[in-house]
T-cell receptor
Framework: DAKTTQPPSMDCAEGRAANLPCNHS???????VYWYRQIHSQGPQYIIH???NNETNEMASLIITEDRKSSTLILPHATLRDTAVYYC?????????????FGTGTRLKVLA | NAGVTQTPKFQVLKTGQSMTLQCAQD?????MSWYRQDPGMGLRLIHY???????DQGEVPNGYNVSRSTTEDFPLRLLSAAPSQTSVYFC?????????????FGPGTRLTVL
């Protein structure tokens, strides 16, 4: 079973920030939080990851709560091309980044 | 740099037929994995490899075989196809050292078993 819980779908207006939540209440101390997205039926694409500090890159920001039981992916200015399924994954890098357990993700629809 | 490539893109099989899905990467990644994705579902891990000559089972290995004779290639074999194996198959690779350790996914192979 997936170690994360995400809402099945969300809508966001184009140009606004999209905030995608993820619950990972059983996360252990050495597990990272990864976010990927899948546009149409393409292969998933890496977005960002973090351990306990907030992270930002050119695609998104990741906010992890202090107790690490939940996180939020923020797309600051959503565009129509951000319409996709977003997956939140927790993974112990020591055990290998090749063993992801995917849930069903959040289907984000960006509206014009 | 082609990244992760998969062939074929589409395949239709009859029940009982065998075939091999090809996966190759040119990034010198040690780690490679195979996932399947059924409609409306997330990806599920079939088999993975941490280097040439080393493979192991994932969540749903039954009905599939793998081998890893080179760093670049990681083929997935269906020994006797069944309709339950109708799915989209994704291959992925990642670097084992320090760093982002993100997985790079191929474009997928869409398999239908009649």
């Amino acid at each position: 079973d997936a170690k994360t819980t995400q809402p099945p779908s969300m809508d966001c207006a184009e140009g606004r920030a999209a905030n995608l939540p993820c619950n990972h209440s059983t996360i252990s101390g050495n597990e990272y939080v990864y976010w990927y997205r899948q546009i149409h039926s393409q292969g998933p694409q890496y977005i960002i990851h973090g351990l306990k500090n907030n992270e930002t890159n050119e695609m998104a920001s990741l906010i992890i709560t202090e107790d690490r039981k939940s996180s939020t992916l923020i797309l600051p200015h959503a565009t129509l091309r951000d319409t996709a399924v977003y997956y939140c994954i927790v993974n112990d890098r020591a055990s290998g980044t090749y063993k992801y357990i995917f849930g069903t993700g959040t289907r984000l629809k960006v509206l014009a | 740099n082609a990244g992760v490539t998969q062939t074929p893109k589409f395949q239709v099989l009859k029940t009982g037929q065998s075939m091999t899905l090809q996966c190759a990467q040119d990034m010198n990644h040690e780690y490679m994995s195979w996932y399947r994705q059924d409609p409306g579902m997330g990806l599920r891990l079939i088999h993975y490899s941490v280097g040439a000559g080393i493979t192991d089972q994932g969540e749903v290995p039954n009905g599939y075989n793998v081998s890893r004779s080179t760093t670049e290639d990681f083929p997935l074999r269906l020994l006797s196809a069944a309709p339950s194996q109708t799915s989209v198959y994704f291959c992925a690779s990642s670097y084992s050292g320090r760093g982002k350790n993100e997985q790079f996914f191929g474009p997928g192979t869409r398999l239908t078993v009649l």
